[in-house]
């Protein structure tokens, strides 16, 4: 699963549009000495479920969550909803179907807006 992880992550980057994507690692919680650069995204994987078992007990398939967080403080260039526009129109990783689940208002932190944008996606070894 981590080179799909790193797939999204590259996709993210190819998009030309923040001026850091990578893990995210807690930069928006609360007490952290995160040092904004904007715009932003940070990608966490949230969930990994079984979706598939075989009669041998050996997961086939599992579906996996995926959690962005995309932050920017409109000054100069694209806004925040420009950004999240351009994030939601992912529809593959890796030349593997995601699905769209959610985008969400998350706050403020340092003046900056967040907004959180959950995917979905079947994973199996074997695509």
Do not use: H
Request: glycine content about 4%; hydrophobic content about 40%; some cysteine.
């Amino acid at each position: 699963m981590k080179e799909i992880f790193n797939s999204l992550i590259d996709t993210l980057r190819s998009l030309n549009i923040f001026s850091i994507v990578d893990r995210y690692k807690g930069e928006f919680d609360e007490g952290t000495d995160w040092n904004p650069v904007w715009p932003a995204c940070y990608v966490r994987l949230t969930n990994i479920k079984p979706e598939s078992i075989s009669s041998g007990r050996e997961v086939l398939k599992y579906r996996v969550s995926f959690t962005l967080y995309v932050a920017n403080q409109d000054r100069d260039g694209l806004t925040i909803l420009d950004l999240i526009e351009k994030v939601s129109r992912i529809i593959t990783v890796d030349n593997r179907p995601i699905i769209l689940v959610d985008i969400s208002w998350a706050g403020y932190i340092k003046g900056t807006e967040i907004y959180t944008i959950e995917y979905k996606m079947i994973y199996s070894q074997k695509n």
